[in-house]
Structure formats: C-alpha cells, structure tokens
T-cell receptor, first 112, second 114 residues
Framework: GDSVTQMEGPVTLSEEAFLTINCTYT??????LFWYVQYPGEGLQLLLK?????DKGSNKGFEATYRKETTSFHLEKGSVQVSDSAVYFC???????????FGPGTSLSVIP | EAGVAQSPRYKIIEKRQSVAFWCNPI?????LYWYQQILGQGPKLLIQ????????DSQLPKDRFSAERLKGVDSTLKIQPAKLEDSAVYLC????????????FGEGSRLTVL
C-alpha cells in the first residue's frame, strides 16, 4: 500500500548546522508531497509542499524537491536555529480524494 | 480567519468508559479528517468526511469508535468503551475540496485511558 518512510530520529544539531531529513515514499500514481512540522505543545502545521515531479517547495528557509525517479522528498535547511526544534513529518496525498498519509516523524533538536 | 477548533484539549477516563471529542473546521472547508496520533508515531487517519458523507473509514475501529458530521460542518468522534490502547492525541483537520492544498490541523484532544 501507499506509505512514507523517514529517517529515524532524534536528530541533534548545533545552531547554524546544515539539516537534511530523508523521506521516501511508495504510492500508486503521482501523489502530492508535504512536510508538516509540529512544534512543542502545538498542532501540526504545513511547512511546504510540492504537487508534481521536479517541483521545489520552500518556506522559512526549508526546501524539498520532489524526485520522482528516486521517490524522495528530502527536507533541507542551510542553517538551523534553536527555534527549528520540532518534529517533522513527511506526508503524501493521493490527489484523487485528498487522503493524506503521514510518515512516523523525525524529531529535531537544535542546541545553541 | 479562525482555525480548526477542538475540544476538550485534555481528557482522562477509566477504561470501559466513553468519551466524545468535538471539532469545528475552518469555515468553507468541505473535507474534515480525524486522525489518531499515538506518542512517538505519525498521525493515522481514522475517518475522512466530504461534506456529510464518509470518504474513508477503513482504519476506524467500528466496534468502539463512531463519528458523525451533521450538516457538513461540525463533527464528533466518540469512543465507547475506551481501551488502554486508545490513549493518544485525536487530531481534527480540514481542507478545501479539490486539488490538495494541505491540511489545517486543530491543536488536538489528548486522551489518557487509565
């Protein structure tokens, strides 16, 4: 069935370090891909999205490129801040009826 | 614009008791979702509504869980009787119908079953 796999956490980085969180997916058809973020004590928020192959989603300094050939949507940021500490979820949406499937999440801690 | 509203934020019950969660989606959003998020895991879809109708309830434990969305707006998720493994955060989300623009989540209702 359709699924999302993410790199296991927790990930701990120093401030200003480069971040990559790997995400790969399995899906029938051509899904839309998302990254959601959950800050401590808050609900999930959409961080960025891409709806077709080679699209790049970006927001708040984060980027991810939809790679159909490798079925991947890795999240990157050039310089993380303490305020980026959160759990990041990769997700896919089956465009036919908007069902969204989430990965298990990757916890990120950024230390000063 | 008001976000997705959920209540209660926290609930503690004994096993075999019942509980209900309420959700009010963003105005105009036709699609409403209930997700279950167990600690340390990603959200799992329980049920998806399109207006009044159920689109997907394949992972809803129908022997104990029920959900309704009257008049295509508010929704209620009920658990009766609760089990220990139902301890989780229950997330409500909504989205506009049509091309996927992402989901808008409420803050969730945290359930503890003792």
């Amino acid at each position: 069935g359709d699924s999302v796999t993410q790199m296991e956490g927790p990930v701990t980085l120093s401030e200003e370090a480069f971040l990559t969180i790997n995400c790969t997916y399995t899906a029938t058809g051509y899904p839309s891909l998302f990254w959601y973020v959950q800050y401590p004590g808050e609900g999930l928020q959409l961080l960025l999205k891409a709806t077709k192959a080679d699209d790049k989603g970006s927001n708040k300094g984060f980027e991810a490129t939809y790679r159909k050939e490798t079925t991947s949507f890795h999240l990157e940021k050039g310089s993380v801040q303490v305020s980026d500490s959160a759990v990041y979820f990769c997700a896919l949406s089956l465009t036919s009826y908007d069902k969204v499937i989430f990965g298990p999440g990757t916890s990120l801690s950024v230390i000063p | 614009e008001a976000g997705v509203a959920q209540s209660p934020r926290y609930k503690i019950i004994e096993k075999r008791q019942s509980v209900a969660f309420w959700c009010n989606p963003i105005s105009g959003h036709a699609t409403l979702y209930w997700y279950q998020q167990i600690l340390g895991q990603g959200p799992k879809l329980l049920i998806q509504f399109q207006n009044n109708g159920v689109v997907d309830d394949s992972q809803l434990p129908k022997d104990r869980f029920s959900a309704e969305r009257l008049k295509g707006v508010d929704s209620t998720l009920k658990i009766q009787p609760a089990k220990l493994e139902d301890s989780a955060v229950y997330l409500c989300a909504s989205s506009l119908a049509g091309p996927p623009g992402g989901l808008f989540f409420g803050e969730g209702s945290r359930l503890t079953v003792l």
